[in-house]
């Protein structure tokens, strides 16, 4: 007994003759089921945080978090945005995030730039240092830090506690000093990627070395920064360790941070808390959706050379 093998169908003209084409790529169910899972997996302590904030504390506390709902509002979310001063708070998120952004985007090209431009004797030294300061963890810094934020002066108009410690500033310096690392690793293997041609080219015609820098690296940089971008305004708006540390006041935290107003001193509600946290997350969903391009391509650029 013989047997033939199934061939997949063949699209034909009315004439009969074959139309060309790509087959179908058969589809991995149980790829997609794996995705599938961990993607709800993933979503469960938000969906969590939606369904908790949605709820009444009154109705929690009689019926029990794990029970059906007996009311939703959006009580908690208007509470929350009135108890802890919301608006505030996010006024110093953005203080503090986009000079920090910018901050580390422009020494980290610089760096980028001369490890890239310029063949030297420690080369490759002075990039694996900038790199290996990501590898510390904050926690191990911080003793050292905190006593070094104490004696830094200030200038009258940058602070009016006169040093690092308990300012805007010193969130922002340890911030771009802590993101110089990983941006000059990017930066560096995708200013490789730009022929050297065109700097000699440039100096040939008499442009020094800023100029260079300025008006023919930088905007060639341009889908690098933007993914750098990105993923740098996410961490360090998401950031919650260094201004819980390093600032003492709580006027001055960014609004991560302040989120600790909403707890007190003998009761604290969950569900506004869940609220609070939800209202903090929008800047950064609102920036993922609006540059999810190149978001996408940030996870994967200065990886490879070509």
Known sequence: MTTTAH???????????PVPGRPRPARNTRAHLLLGTVSVLWLVPLLWAVYTSLRSYEDT???????LPHSFGLENFTDAWTQSGMPHFFLNSVLITVPAVLGTLLFSAAVAFFVTRFDFRWNLALLILF????????QVLITPLYRLYLLIPLPQ????????????WGIIAINVAYQCGFCTFVLSNYMKTIPKEISEAAAVDGAPVWRQFFQIILPLCRPAFAALATLESIWI???FFWPLTLVETGDKRPITSALANLQGQYFTNPNLIAAGALMTAIPTLLVYFALQ???????TLGSGKG
Do not use: E
């Not at 061939?7 to 003759?17: H, I, K, L, N």
């Not at 790199?131 to 904050?138: F, I, Q, R, S, V």
């Open 237 to 239: 708006y998401n950031d």
């Open 131 to 138: 790199t290996a300061g990501n590898l510390l963890p904050p």
């Open 7 to 17: 061939r997949p169908a063949v699209r034909t003209r009315d004439d009969g003759s």
């Open 157 to 168: 108009w940058m602070s009016d506690s006169l040093l690092l410690y308990n300012s805007a």
């Open 61 to 67: 506390s009689r019926h029990g978090y794990f029970s």
């Open 293 to 299: 391009r190149q978001f996408i391509s940030g996870l």
